[in-house]
C-alpha cells in the first residue's frame, strides 16, 4: 500500500513540476542581431508564447527586418527544457517569409538557433 501511495504522490509532484515549467515559459521574449551587410543594422525579433499545454507551446513571432517585417502565428513543442517553434503561415510584405527557432529554455531564456541559423538568446 505504501509502494502506491508513494507511486502516486511523485507521480502528482511530476506532473505539478511540468505545469509549473509549462506556465513559467509564458511571456515576452526579445532578441537583437546585427545585419551582415555593409549598412550593417540592428535588428529585434520577439517571441511571445501565449500557451503551453500538454507540451503544445503557442504564440506570435514578431519580426522587425523590413524584407519580412510583421507577426507570424507559432506553434511548436516543449520537452523537458527543449522547445521548437515555427510559423504555421508564412509571412512579410510578399508573403514568402518564415520564423522559426530551436534551442532550451535556460534561466529565464530562450537560447538557441533563429531560423536554422543565427545564434540568439531571448530575454524576457
Not at 66 to 92: Q, S, T
Request: hydrophobic letters at 35%; a positive charge.
Amino acid at each position: 500500500m505504501k509502494t502506491i501511495a508513494g507511486t502516486l504522490l511523485t507521480g502528482l509532484l511530476l506532473a505539478a513540476a511540468g505545469a509549473s515549467a509549462e506556465d513559467s515559459i509564458v511571456g515576452r521574449y526579445n532578441a537583437s542581431f546585427s545585419s551582415e551587410t555593409i549598412n550593417a543594422r540592428v535588428w529585434s525579433v520577439t517571441i511571445v508564447i501565449t500557451s503551453v499545454e500538454d507540451g503544445v507551446v503557442k504564440g506570435t513571432g514578431i519580426r522587425d527586418d523590413p524584407n519580412c517585417r510583421g507577426e507570424y502565428p507559432l506553434r511548436g513543442k516543449l520537452r523537458g527544457n527543449h522547445i521548437g517553434l515555427r510559423a504555421i503561415k508564412k509571412g512579410g510584405p510578399t508573403g514568402d517569409c518564415g520564423f522559426g527557432f530551436r534551442g532550451t529554455v535556460q534561466d529565464g531564456a530562450l537560447v538557441g538557433k533563429y531560423l536554422g541559423q543565427r545564434d540568439l538568446e531571448f530575454r524576457k
